[in-house]
Structures are given as C-alpha cells and as structure tokens.
C-alpha cells in the first residue's frame, strides 16, 4: 500500500545549524511524484517543490536542498545555516497510484528553531 | 501570482447554523480541492473538482456540500455541523488533472469552530 514516512515528528535546532528533515515513501507506481510543503504557524500549506520519479538530481534552492534516492526510496529536504523563520510543520507528500489528481501527505515534522 | 484566497479567515457558528466557505484562485488553474485539517494532522482530502466537475467526494456527510460555480471559484455550504467539525478548511488548486500530478496552490484556510 502506498505510504508517505516522516519518522521523525519533532525536531529542535539552534539557530544557524543545518538539519535534514526525513521522508521515506511506498508505491508501486514507476511514475510518480514526491512533494514537500511548510506550514507555518499562520496555517498556510506554502509549496516548495515537486520532483518526479525519473528525475533523480538533487535540487538546491538557496538554504534549502532535497536529496532524492530511489534506491531507498527516500526524498529528504536539508535546511542549511536554518533561521527562525524556518520554524513550521513540513509535510512530504506523493502522488496517488490511482489518482493523479490526489496526494498522499506524511503526518509532517515540526520543525523549531530556536533562538 | 501563485494565490488562492479564502473567506472568512475565522468562523463561528452553532450547530443549527447555514454558513459558506469562499475560494478563489486567479492562476488558470483547472482543479481545485478542499481540505480538512485538525491540530497536528495532515490536511484531509474532502473534495476535488476538475474542470468544473465533481471528480473525488472523500465520503464525507452530507452536511458539507461543495460548488464550483465557476473554473475560479469554489464554495463549501455548511449545514448542520457538529462540534467535531471544528477544524481548519484549506482550498487548493492545481493546473489541471488527467496527466501528471502537479503540485496545489494553497489558500491561507478557514479557522472553523462549531458550537
């Protein structure tokens, strides 16, 4: 059965530590699509990148990077030099096999950075 | 312009109460979804319209019922709800479906509360 991991709930770093967040994912599918989101305190699900199952480069975008592997099914997303603002819940999610229309979202990692 | 709005931000009302959830999205997007999200939870798919047609309705009671009078807006009329129903509402749209799972554009949500 398809299934979205983020096996870590709850993390706190200092600020200007890197931290990694975790994503582990199950699907059958050889066409998919893996996802993170940030929900800050405010509520609102802010995309931050899509990536697709053929497309295994790692992406850099400024503080953030994602480190994409197939071959342990793992999509982690790495917040480098991390400052307060980084503080939010952040969801993986993956594209429904039955679907393409429906995302499947981990339970999320809340993410502090303290002070 | 990557936006979706919602109205209200803050919702209250009792249980014998008929009230709308507003959505509108500017981007030309062709689908658009409305979520259930309670603390601590990921957001839960409730409802997906696409190209203006119902194309998912999670099983959810009939006291909720979604519109899509238009490719820009969608509603969600609220009937008879109980206190369980509190829960933040999150519209999202995406381009369009039938092809590769794109990412969702999310609005700020509605902070429903039911009394």
């Known amino acids: 059965a398809q299934k979205v991991t983020q096996a870590q709930t709850e993390i706190s770093v200092v600020e200007k530590e890197d931290v990694t967040l975790d994503c582990v994912y199950e699907?059958?599918?050889?066409?998919?699509?893996l996802f993170w989101y940030k929900q800050p305190p405010s509520g609102e699900l802010v995309f931050l990148i899509r990536?697709?199952?053929?497309?295994?480069q790692n992406e850099i975008s400024g503080r953030y990077s994602w480190n994409f592997q197939k071959s342990t099914s793992s999509f982690n997303f790495t917040i480098t030099a991390s400052q307060v603002v980084d503080s939010a819940v952040y969801f993986c999610a993956l594209s429904d096999e039955n679907r393409d229309d429906k995302i499947i979202f981990g339970k999320g990692t809340r993410l502090h950075i303290l002070p | 312009d990557t936006e979706v709005t919602q109205t209200p931000k803050h919702l209250v009302m009792g249980m014998t109460n008929k009230k709308s959830l507003k959505c509108e999205q500017h981007?030309?997007?062709?689908?658009m979804y409305w979520y259930k999200q309670k603390a601590k939870k990921p957001p839960e798919l409730m409802f997906v319209?696409?190209?203006?047609?119902?194309?998912i309705n999670e099983s959810v009671p009939s006291r909720f019922s979604p519109e899509c009078p238009n490719s820009s807006l969608l509603n969600l009329h609220l009937h008879a709800l109980q206190p369980e129903d509190s829960a933040l509402y999150l519209c999202?749209?995406?381009?369009?479906?039938?092809?590769?799972?794109?990412?969702?554009?999310f609005g700020p949500g509605t902070r429903l509360t039911v009394t």
């Open positions: 981007m030309g997007h062709r689908a």
């Open positions: 990536r697709n199952s053929f497309d295994e």
């Open positions: 319209y696409s190209y203006e047609k119902l194309s």
């Open positions: 999202a749209s995406s381009q369009g479906t039938g092809g590769p799972t794109y990412e969702q554009y």
């Open positions: 699907t059958r599918d050889t066409t998919y699509y």
